[in-house]
């Protein structure tokens, strides 16, 4: 199986360096950095969903994973017999794969349960390790945090100070934390610890402001009202995660299903798997997509993501003609508005400026100001692109090509006064 076709190669560089995230072409996947970690992940992951309703899928998902080169996976569950149905299956083959495992997840009563006791997170983790026949986990993982004074007492509670023993033990490499909250993923990561952060991603749920409550994610009253562009927090925190270098994991790129069926879907239209993963893969920071997988068949179709032609994987179009949510004015980096006269890369210009913003106002600095300045990442990757915003002739032609009516000229001469050219 070929991740990228002759004809979508060129398009996958483009992408490559807006995205500030280097790709792999191996022999059968697509890799990309996981923020500032230094793995380099397969964009396809395994959710753990499938060793969950089912553990005697472990090996067969695991072999089905070599064989495609899907290289990382997610073990929310405490549940014994998942883990040791993993280990069984890693074995003889750790190294070929990355684990993301929580900790804070244990088991309770034939059920696994978010904790924050510190006693009962060092036993699970312990547990962990033992069913899961490895001495170490490349992301542990803090699970389900979703409210500021949670995160409070994952801090009051030890949590935090047990993972970085962990970390410095080397037992685990790296610190992550699952959210579906962006406000409590910003406090998170602005303070520095979190490293990878698991987010639920998918066009539905970027609409919503945070909420404490995941299940108004999915509440039928929630979309009632109808619902315009992608709510500003959680655009902030794509962009803090890339300036800040934390990988982002998603979860819930099919938001349960719901956004593949054109009845259930909150938008009045449905998308395949392919736009779902590829809308995922175009937020700042994401490096994989975890297939919630339930069976060997619903695997096999996320990885088939990667024969999926650029056509395939368009969700532009999709979303521009949505019956019930308008997208209007927002820049999705989706790159309909090339070719330039300039030949500008229009979508890397607008990128690094959005960037640029986010980073000021992430640290309470407003554009105008003394204290305003242009970071020096941002600063050398715009360098770098071949043309700049400067050399805009303002002809409009790619305002008439965009699928989202966005105010491409502004954004231009907004980047040359930024950047100074």
């Known amino acids: 199986m070929e991740c990228l076709s002759q004809t979508a190669e060129k398009d996958y560089n483009r992408w490559s360096g807006f995205l500030n995230i280097r790709f792999w072409k191996g022999d059968e996947m697509e890799y ?4 500032r970690t230094g793995l380099k992940v397969s964009v396809i992951a395994m959710g753990c969903e499938g060793f969950v309703e089912d553990n005697s899928n472990a090996k067969a998902f695991m072999d089905i994973a070599e ?22 299956a890693l ?19 034939g059920q696994y349960v978010r904790t924050r006791d510190l006693e009962e997170t060092k036993a699970a983790f312990e547990d962990s390790l033992e069913r899961l026949q490895t001495d170490y986990i490349d992301v542990g993982m803090i699970h389900y945090c979703d409210a500021e004074s949670d995160w409070e007492a994952i801090k009051a509670n030890g949590i935090i100070d047990y993972a970085r023993k962990l970390k410095e033990e080397g037992r685990i490499r790296h610190i992550g934390l699952s959210s579906h909250n962006p406000k409590v993923a910003i406090k998170a990561i602005e303070e520095g610890d979190i490293e990878v952060l698991m987010f639920s991603v998918n066009y539905v749920y970027d609409m919503l402001p945070g909420t404490e409550d995941v299940n108004d994610l999915w509440a039928d009253s929630v979309y009632e009202g109808g619902f315009e562009n992608m709510d500003p927090e959680r655009q902030r925190l794509y962009e803090l995660c ?24 909150p938008a009045g239209a449905a998308l395949t798997p392919a736009q779902c993963i590829s809308y995922a893969l175009s937020r700042p920071a994401v490096a994989t997509v975890c297939s919630g997988a339930r069976n060997v068949e619903q695997l096999k179709e996320s990885i088939d ?17 949505f019956p019930r949510v308008s997208w209007s004015g927002h820049c999705m980096y989706c790159t309909h508005c090339d070719p330039c006269v300039s030949s500008i890369n229009i979508a890397d210009v607008t990128k690094f400026l959005n960037l640029v913003i986010a980073h000021n106002e992430s640290n309470g600095i407003k554009e105008g100001t003394e204290a305003f300045r242009v970071p020096d990442t941002e600063r050398e990757h715009y360098r770098l692109l071949e043309h700049h915003a400067g050399e805009c002739v303002q002809c409009g032609l790619c305002e ?8 491409i000229r502004a954004n231009m001469r907004h980047a040359k006064e930024i950047f100074g050219y």
């Not at 990309?32 to 923020?35: M, N, V």
């Not at 368009?314 to 003609?321: I, L, P, R, V």
């Open 67 to 88: 064989e495609s080169g899907v290289n990382y996976f997610d073990m929310f569950t405490s549940d014994p017999a998942a883990r040791s149905a993993v280990g069984e």
């Open 32 to 35: 990309r950095e996981l923020g």
């Open 400 to 407: 008439a090509r965009c699928p989202f009516g966005v105010e």
């Open 91 to 109: 074995k003889g083959r750790r190294n070929k794969f990355m684990i993301q495992s929580h900790i804070c997840s244990v088991w309770k009563d």
């Open 242 to 265: 890339e300036s800040k270098g934390v990988g982002i994991t998603v979860m819930k790129a099919f938001a349960g299903g719901d956004i593949l069926d054109e009845k259930l879907s």
């Open 305 to 321: 993501y990667c024969n999926a032609s650029p056509e395939e994987r368009d969700y532009a179009e999709a979303f521009a003609n």
